[in-house]
């Protein structure tokens, strides 16, 4: 069976936006920012942080909130409303439930 990756959604490509317009509004580089993240515990390079701001590859819950903390903002922040995407209850009862 020949690998196939998982597509990054909507909500994916709005966090991975909005890492890094926080992190520029911080006026952080993004080797700064993988070395607050990796002084959380949470070890990261400056080209998995480029990966995940570019969308090239998925955040994972841990990493989006490591993140959050290093760049001192709730994780939610990084989150997009509900509202502002074309989201549906279905859709999404569907999603989590199978």
């Known amino acids: ?3 196939r ?10 966090s991975a936006r909005a890492i890094e317009c ?9 080797h700064q920012l993988a070395a607050r993240c990796t002084a ?7 080209t998995a942080l480029s990966r995940t701001e ?5 955040c994972d819950i841990d ?4 993140i959050a903390v290093a760049l ?3 994780p939610s922040a990084l989150l997009p409303l509900l509202a502002t995407h074309d989201f549906h ?9 199978g």
């Open 89 to 97: 209850a279905a859709d999404i009862q569907g999603a989590l439930l």
């Open 54 to 58: 570019r969308a090239r590859c998925r």
């Open 22 to 30: 926080v992190r520029l509004a911080r006026g952080l580089t993004q």
């Open 40 to 46: 959380l515990g949470r070890p990261m390079t400056n």
């Open 5 to 14: 990756p998982v597509e990054i959604g909507p909500a994916g490509l709005h």
């Open 72 to 74: 001192g903002i709730l």
């Open 1 to 3: 069976m020949a690998f």
């Open 63 to 66: 990493d989006l909130v490591t």
